[in-house]
């Protein structure tokens, strides 16, 4: 078991693992999906997951964007231990505090790029004016031009649609983007578009952590850590 | 915001959306026309019987052995406080003769002035002397008129009137009756008697008092008449054609049950379909209450256009059935019948609700994480 962290600067911890397992029952067999994975990650950090499909890498991204839950361990975010919320505040977390990019975008069809990233706003009860407002300010962080803003994701490119997704999780300003393979399904140039715009929003503060098997991105990160059947091997930052 | 995801969430299968508020839209008419087609023939059958509601009717007391009343119980009756008018009504029955036919019918004897009370001619004038009024569909069937004469028990009766028809009545079956004077029917018959004696209240509200003050007066020591009040008879109807109103309903809610079901089924479908968009809307930050708004209010959306459409076409549906049963619409736009077309629409909007609720519950249900992986 490494420890990752320990040899920084002291900074602010904005998300903490400690020994967190997660098993999966397999008829008799038990897999451990993650095992005793202890990490932090500093504000502004901008850390890459890498490790082979089936490592555990996803099971841990999941813990991290509070969608899943350990079966032993605990996580942090912000110093706050999510491990025995319930749904609605864990709810209340990934709309707050983290930002989803998906590897196939996951934008919502129906609505337009400027609605979808109004959508995590409006989810949070955000006066209409006031989500309209930001979403075009968002727009233009992301660089996708104005003209974009009224075209549904079937209308726009891959790499307009990831932008997008991006703005999108940026919507309610959270401290963490938790980004899933996001040149996944990408072109190499379009891929690097997408990850210097990421690696713009961490200089502009922003945690983010990748998780990703393509070995290229992690040239973008300040830290990078490597997973194999659910146990951090190596820290190669 | 959820209402425009709901709505453009809708419009993603139009096709599939337009079939279930089909089937809403069907049932709203069905449930609206046929309550108003109950409610029409309610009106209908009311309006017949028109102000009979302040009448008693005054029978002798069969079970008891009495055929007949008498100028006796006539005058008690009379008396009674609160009757306003009182009828008293002969009555047997005779084979009539008219040129080559004859055929057999009812004999009123009752006075001119008190058939005022009871009847409407369609020409003529009521009878008098050796005059006599017959019955619309009596005059109908064999083709009499005014002037002509008929022969009834040996003496001969000019018809000096003929009454417009009646249909259904409790008093007095006019339709195939002759009616001649109380004179001339004692001494064609040789009987003073009388076969029933209708008696009118002042308003409707004094029916059932004067209905006991008259048992209470003529019942004292023996059972010696029987009263019926129509205020009864008109209460009984009227829960009678309520009934019916809600019966027809009940056949058109079975329509609506059906629509229900197909609102069911497309949200469901739409559920599993977009499992993986709840899962990213879950990722995002929408809460289980989030998700099953949106779901409801897809379904609610479904109600409420198949219902507000349903009631429009309700209309055309309702005077359709009331064209088609009762030949005419003018009930249709009765308040009470326009409350059922309400009721349907009611009814459709509260189908896409229930409708949705299932799928609703079971799309806010789904864990995150799971929707999120299903492709």
């Known amino acids: 078991m490494e420890e990752i962290g320990m040899r920084q600067v002291a900074g602010e911890v904005t998300l903490r693992l400690e020994d967190v397992t997660k098993i999966y029952e397999m008829g008799d067999e038990k897999i451990y999906a993650l095992d005793r994975v202890t990490l932090n990650v500093e504000k502004g950090d901008f850390l890459t997951v890498m ?7 996803s099971t841990l991204l999941n813990m991290i964007g509070c969608l899943d839950l350990p079966d032993e361990g605990s996580v942090y975010i912000d110093e706050d231990d999510v491990t025995n919320l319930e749904d609605n505040e864990l709810t209340k977390i990934r709309r707050d505090k983290i930002g989803f990019v998906f590897q196939q975008f996951n934008l919502i069809p129906t609505l337009t790029a400027l609605e979808n990233i109004e959508l995590p706003m409006l989810i949070k009860r955000i006066p209409q004016d006031q989500c309209t407002k930001s979403a075009k300010n968002i727009l233009s962080t992301v660089n996708l031009p104005e003209k974009f803003a009224s075209h549904l994701p079937s209308e726009l490119s891959s790499g307009q649609q990831q932008r997008v997704a991006i703005g999108r999780s940026l919507a309610n300003d959270p401290s963490i983007i938790l980004a899933d393979e996001p040149t996944g399904n990408l072109d190499t140039k379009t891929g690097e578009g997408i990850m210097k715009l990421l690696k713009g929003l961490n200089e502009e503060g922003k945690t ?27 820290d190669v930052s | 915001m959820f209402l425009k995801l709901a709505r453009r969430n809708l419009s993603r299968h139009r096709f599939r959306s337009i079939l279930a508020i089909v089937g809403i839209i069907i049932g709203v008419i069905a449930i609206s026309s046929l309550g108003i087609l109950g409610n029409s023939i309610k009106l209908s059958v009311t309006d017949s019987f028109g102000d009979i509601g302040n009448e008693i009717i005054v029978y002798p007391d069969y079970e008891s052995g009495w055929s007949n009343l008498t100028k006796k119980e006539f005058n008690a009756i009379r008396k009674t406080t609160g009757v306003d ?9 005779s084979q009539i003769q008219f040129g080559k036919d004859s055929t057999f019918t009812t004999v009123y004897g009752v006075d001119a002035i008190d058939m005022k009370a009871l009847l409407e001619l369609s020409s003529g004038q009521f009878q008098s002397g050796s005059r006599c009024v ?7 069937s064999f083709d009499l008129k005014h002037g002509d004469t008929v022969n009834l028990e040996g003496s001969s009766f000019k018809i000096s009137g003929i009454l417009k028809k009646q249909g259904m009545r409790f008093d007095i079956s006019a339709d195939r009756a002759i009616f001649i004077t109380p004179k001339s029917y004692s001494s064609l018959y040789e009987n003073e008697d009388y076969a029933m004696i209708i008696v009118k209240t002042q308003g409707v509200e004094e029916v059932e008092a004067v209905k006991e003050r008259i048992e209470a007066n003529l019942n004292k ?11 009864m008879i008109l209460e009984s109807l009227d829960e009678f054609f309520g009934m019916l109103s809600k019966f027809l309903m009940g056949i058109g809610a079975i329509s609506l049950i059906v ?7 497309v949200m469901l479908i739409s559920t599993v379909e977009r499992t993986k968009e709840i899962g990213v809307m879950r990722a995002i930050g929408s809460s289980r209450r989030d998700i099953l708004i949106l779901f409801i209010l897809e379904a609610t959306i479904l109600g409420v256009i198949g219902g507000l459409i349903g ?9 359709l059935v009331n064209i088609i049963i009762l030949k005419k619409a003018s009930y249709l736009f009765a308040p009470s019948s326009i409350v059922y077309i309400f009721i349907g629409v009611l009814f459709g909007v509260v189908t896409g609700v229930l409708g949705g609720l299932y799928p609703a519950w079971k799309a806010s249900r789904m864990l995150p994480l799971t929707a999120l992986k299903t492709e």
């Open chain 1, 51 to 57: 490790g082979p499909s089936g490592s555990g890498k």
């Open chain 1, 208 to 234: 983010i952590i990748v998780v990703t098997h393509d070995p290229r991105l992690s040239s973008y990160s300040n830290k990078t850590v490597r997973i194999v059947d659910g146990r951090i091997e190596e």
């Open chain 2, 85 to 93: 008018v009182t009828i008293p009504v002969s009555q047997s029955s």
């Open chain 2, 134 to 140: 017959i019955g619309g569909v009596l005059a109908d």
């Open chain 2, 221 to 231: 020591r023996k059972d010696r008449v029987m009263v019926f009040g129509m205020d």
């Open chain 2, 259 to 265: 629509a229900g079901v197909s609102i069911l089924n």
């Open chain 2, 311 to 319: 009631g429009v076409l309700s209309f055309g549906g309702g005077y």
